[in-house]
T-cell receptor, first 110, second 113 residues
Framework: QKEVEQNSGPLSVPEGAIASLNCTYS??????FFWYRQYSGKSPELIMS????GDKEDGRFTAQLNKASQYVSLLIRDSQPSDSATYLC??????????FGSGTKLNVKP | DVKVTQSSRYLVKRTGEKVFLECVQD?????MFWYRQDPGLGLRLIYF???????EKGDIPEGYSVSREKKERFSLILESASTNQTSMYLC????????????FGDGTRLSIL
């Protein structure tokens, strides 16, 4: 079992819709959770951090964390073609290890 | 803002050469990391360092070594480059606190011919 699992996609949504990206993790004691965006040929850039259960909003982005279900998600409202990228979920677990998921590719169609 | 600088964006080397990839960060971070990223395989950790002269093997250390003589600089060395080491190499840094994310450099696309 992988430490962090994501559906590889691609996830296709029309412009203006809500994109929902999901991630599960295996270590129940994980402490910190991050979402990165990676454009093709570029390096990952941090877009959201979340540390406690519930929702955290930043502009069009909302991160959701449910530690009981070991589930973290990223919602992108009013999706734009410029949001088309691969989104990586990252988890800092209870053993001081940082793990990345393999990413979900998002396509936003004009 | 955190700045992580990798010495080259693109590099072409020949099989058997010794290759050095350099990474410098300007935020006095304790932790530094080297990853490679290949299509379908995601980010794979090669080595990391949590202090000067300290290093730990990641998931795929074979064929690589690292050097950290100064806090801001972390070097990845391919001892004898092989074609299967053609990849995108990413350097990252972070403070030691558990709730802090890693910050990445722009990456080096390395081709071994």
């Amino acid at each position: 079992q992988k430490e962090v699992e994501q559906n590889s996609g691609p996830l296709s949504v029309p412009e203006g819709a809500i994109a929902s990206l999901n991630c599960t993790y295996s270590d129940r004691g994980s402490q910190s959770f991050f979402w990165y965006r990676q454009y093709s040929g570029k390096s990952p850039e941090l877009i959201m951090s979340i540390y406690s259960n519930g929702d955290k909003e930043d502009g069009r982005f909302t991160a959701q964390l449910n530690k009981a279900s070991q589930y973290v998600s990223l919602l992108i409202r009013d999706s734009q073609p410029s949001d088309s990228a691969t989104y990586l979920c990252a988890v800092f677990n209870n053993f001081n290890k940082f793990y990345f998921g393999s990413g979900t590719k998002l396509n936003v169609k004009p | 803002d955190v700045k992580v600088t990798q010495s080259s964006r693109y590099l072409v080397k020949r099989t058997g050469e010794k290759v050095f990839l350099e990474c410098v960060q300007d935020m006095d971070h304790e932790n530094m990391f080297w990853y490679r990223q290949d299509p379908g395989l995601g980010l794979r950790l090669i080595y990391f360092s949590y202090d000067v002269k300290m290093k730990e093997k990641g998931d795929i250390p074979e064929g690589y070594s690292v050097s950290r003589e100064k806090k801001e600089r972390f070097s990845l060395i391919l001892e004898s480059a092989s074609t299967n080491q053609t990849s995108m190499y990413l350097c990252a840094s972070s403070p030691p606190a558990y709730n802090q994310p890693q910050h990445f450099g722009d990456g080096t696309r390395l081709s071994i011919l």
